[in-house]
C-alpha cells in the first residue's frame, strides 16, 4: 500500500478498473474493483448501478470500439471484484444487474476475494 487514500465508490463511477481479454474464453473482461464496505445503504447501491451504467455504455457505446479497436465483436463479461460478500440488498441488485446485462450478451461474475484488491 501506498498510503494514498482509496476513492470511495461515487469517486469512481466512470473509472473502468482493468480491460483485459480472457485467452482462455477470447472475452473482453472490464473488472469492476469495490473497495467500500457493503453497508447496504441507497447511496451505496446507486453508485454501484452507476457505475454497472459506465461499464455497459463503454462496452456498447462506441467508446470501447474507439479506444480497443482489437476488441471489437469479442464477448463480453463484467468481472466485479470484492474484498467481501455482498449483502442481501446488494445480491438483489446484482440479480437484476446480471439479468439486464444477459439481454445485451454480457457475462457478469463476482468475485469476493480476502486478498487486497
Known amino acids: 500500500m501506498n498510503g494514498q487514500p ?14 483485459a481479454q480472457d485467452t482462455k474464453t477470447g472475452e473482453v473482461v472490464l473488472r469492476m474493483d469495490e473497495l467500500d464496505p457493503w453497508d447496504g445503504s441507497d447511496e451505496r447501491l446507486l ?7 459506465a461499464y455497459v455504455s463503454f462496452l ?8 480497443h479497436p482489437e476488441l471489437v465483436g469479442k464477448p463480453a463479461r463484467i468481472e466485479l471484484r470484492c474484498a467481501q460478500m455482498p449483502n442481501t440488498r446488494a ?12 439481454f445485451q450478451e454480457i457475462k457478469l461474475e463476482v468475485i469476493v476475494s480476502e486478498a487486497p484488491l
Open 60 to 67: 456498447l457505446d462506441g467508446e470501447m470500439a474507439s479506444e
Open 47 to 53: 453508485a454501484l448501478q452507476e457505475r454497472f451504467n
Open 91 to 102: 445480491l438483489e441488485l446484482l440479480g437484476m444487474i446480471h439479468d439486464q446485462l444477459a
Open 6 to 19: 482509496r476513492a470511495k465508490t461515487q469517486d469512481r463511477i466512470g473509472m473502468i478498473d482493468v480491460i
